[in-house]
């Protein structure tokens, strides 16, 4: 099992930048597929990013494609979601999530979770 807490969330205005960082502790992170997801109020979780444990494969939600980049810091044994043009409709709680298996979109295939981040955008 490895831990996953994540962090970079906050309040910022529709257009900016901000990285979220998904830092692991007890196992080495590099060996797991990673995904992040998101949940607003009254709504269900919904995928947004996800990088193979190789780093070699990518996989993004079309709502958010051209605008994140997911990729690894392994030397820091973290994940990280680069997010750009943030839009009101990014605002969530955001989750990262990891595997030991193959790259998915689906959340209830990841065994471990953080805590979530919230990140909140205004126009």
């Known amino acids: 099992q490895v831990q996953l807490v994540e962090s970079g969330g906050g309040l910022v205005q529709a257009g900016v930048s901000l990285r979220l960082s998904c830092a692991a502790s007890?196992?080495?992170?590099?060996?797991?597929?990673v995904g992040w997801f998101r949940q607003a109020p009254g709504k269900e979780r919904e995928f947004v990013a996800a990088?193979?444990?190789?780093?070699?494969?990518?996989f993004y939600a079309d709502s958010v494609k051209g605008r994140f980049t997911i990729s690894r810091g392994n030397a820091e044994n973290t994940v990280f979601l680069q997010m750009n043009s943030l839009k009101p409709e990014d605002t969530a709680v955001y989750y990262c999530?990891?595997?030991?298996?193959?790259?998915?979109?689906?959340?209830?295939?990841?065994?471990?979770w953080g805590q979530g981040t919230q990140l909140t955008v205004s126009s």
């Open positions: 990088i193979s444990a190789s780093g070699g494969v990518t």
């Open positions: 999530a990891a595997v030991q298996g193959p790259t998915s979109r689906v959340w209830e295939e990841y065994d471990d």
């Open positions: 007890g196992r080495t992170v590099s060996t797991y597929a």
